[in-house]
């Protein structure tokens, strides 16, 4: 491109850009008027915003559900924002959240239109952000299949058997523990989607996933793109100057094509040739009363791994981190298991019920630092009213999680990690992390079945404990969390040792 073509593309986008906001500004307006000629109830309280942009300023990018929590103390457990335009409810209680998610679902279960994540990245075809309908449903019927609570238990011998293996790693090199426990949560979803066994660390279909899971954390992130809040800047080339985020959508695409198509097609190939391992993918295909549902069958294959094992490492990471800073709470644990299970084997699924101190620990993992602070937005599709305040129609409906897991009424020193709050409390106590009404995560089961597992086998083999050299105790003790989608610990060392030499005759 030469450069006097420069200056004629720049003039052109801003051109665009100003057509954009002024298309935005009247949008408002009219809305605005609207409003304020009907008879209506008032809107939830909020912070007073800015002409035209409302609110969009004042939410940070970062850690925005900490300024939603002093929000709230203002303004109370509904909070209003409107950004360009867009009308925001955050919800910063468990009860209110209940009531209009759980109980109001069938008109509080889509999704709002997220253009860069959604359209051009092209996760709107996803289970996480497809909109409410019958390939919704289906998706979460096939999904129901392999994954409900009675489900799953037919998954326990192939976790137990990649949960060996990361035993068996983390006796090796137990430095690399975060690599290790990736590569272990990757290898057992793979193989379950797919039939796919990994074998190294560098294996393709887990490198892959990874990549897409992490492009879709920065893609979603509110206030990261503008083409969220002036949707029709996508129209842009993205040779043209300013379309950054064009190019960065289009890389993301197709890497994401990749992942979708890859191992999807490989396990068609090996049903043909009469090969194909027990799998999500060949089970489905199989079925004659499936037929011609090939796509829900890919998309929703693809969803079990990246809709659960970004934040199932990011949980157990947390609970490696809790054990070693809180080493009373895992002395009682490890009691519990040599009483329970002994020492002559190691601890598996069907000791869970047996195990209430372990489960403790996992529900106080997801309640401590929760891994999703902010659950995926959902959209309501008709004006509603709660507790004298309108919700207008389309308004986009964020539950800030870390407000509900940290309330110090429900739980007495939030910031401490005490599993015993648990005990003795319902199976759901902390089943809000996973997400409200028809959108609550399928997986859940699932997820909170790989924790317990981690940390029942590990405490049964291993002692963790901080690190004895001062630099590295620090950085433990201080470790930060990532901002984002999924949260996930900051770099932190550990000491992981054998509690005894006989019981590594266990592996």
């Not at 993918?281 to 037929?291: A, T, W, Y």
């Not at 709470?329 to 047996?354: K, M, T």
């Not at 990690?417 to 319902?426: D, V």
């Amino acid at each position: 491109m030469s450069d006097q073509a420069e200056p004629v593309f720049s003039s052109w986008l801003s051109r665009l850009i100003t057509a954009a906001l002024i298309v935005n500004i009247l949008y408002t307006f009219v809305a605005w008027s609207r409003d304020r000629n009907a008879r209506h109830l008032p809107l939830p309280p909020g912070p007073v915003g800015k002409p035209i942009i409302g609110n969009l300023l004042q939410v940070p990018r970062e850690r925005e559900w900490l300024t939603f929590i002093e929000w709230g103390k203002q303004f109370g457990p509904l909070i209003y924002l409107n950004l360009f335009g867009q009308s925001i409810v955050v919800i910063n209680s468990r009860a209110v959240a209940t009531e209009l998610l759980d109980k109001r679902s069938a008109i509080y279960s889509d999704r709002p239109k997220l253009t860069m994540v959604g359209e051009l990245v092209g996760w709107e075809r996803g289970v996480t952000l497809i909109e409410s309908g019958l390939r919704h449903k289906n998706y979460r019927k096939l999904l129901h299949n392999t994954l409900s609570q009675t489900a799953s238990k037919d998954l326990w011998p192939l976790q137990e058997s990649e949960n060996k293996k990361f035993l068996k790693r983390l006796l090796e090199t137990p430095q690399n523990f975060r690599s290790h426990i990736r590569r272990t949560v990757g290898a057992s979803i793979i193989r379950l989607a797919y039939g796919h066994e990994v074998v190294s660390d560098d294996d393709r279909y887990i490198k892959m996933a990874e990549d897409a899971q992490s492009n879709f954390s920065v893609a979603a992130t509110p206030n990261a793109f503008w083409v969220d809040f002036i949707p029709w800047l996508k129209h842009i080339p993205e040779w043209a100057p300013g379309a950054g985020f064009q190019r960065k959508a289009r890389q993301w695409r197709e890497e994401l094509q990749v992942l979708t198509n890859e191992p999807f097609e490989n396990v068609k190939a090996q049903i043909a040739q009469g090969n194909a391992p027990p799998s999500y993918v060949s089970r489905h295909l199989e079925d004659p009363q499936l037929k011609g549902q090939e796509e829900d069958i890919k998309w929703s294959a693809l969803s079990l791994y990246t809709g659960g094992a970004d934040s199932t490492v990011a949980a157990i990471l947390t609970a490696f981190l809790a054990l070693a800073l809180n080493p009373e709470a895992q002395a009682r644990a490890q009691a519990e298991i040599d009483s329970v299970v002994g020492r002559d084997r190691l601890p598996s699924f069907s000791d869970r019920g047996n195990l209430p101190f372990i489960t403790a620990c996992v529900k106080e993992t997801f309640r401590w630092k929760p891994v999703l602070p902010i659950g995926v937005a959902h959209r309501v599709t008709r004006e509603d009213d709660y507790n004298g305040y309108r919700i207008p129609e389309n308004t986009t409906i964020i539950t800030n999680l870390w407000a509900m897991l940290q309330d110090p009424s429900i739980y007495p020193e939030p910031e401490t990690f005490r599993p015993e709050r648990f005990l003795g409390t319902p199976a759901d106590a902390v089943s809000h992390h996973f997400g409200f009404g028809r959108r609550i995560c399928p997986g859940m089961w699932n997820a909170e079945a790989s924790v317990f597992l981690s940390i029942a086998t590990v405490l049964a083999i291993f002692d963790i404990r901080l690190p004895e050299d001062k630099v590295s105790r620090e950085k433990t003790m201080n470790v930060e969390y990532t901002t984002g989608m999924i949260s996930h610990p900051g770099p932190f060392d550990l000491k992981i040792t054998p509690r005894s030499m006989a019981n590594l005759d266990l592996l």
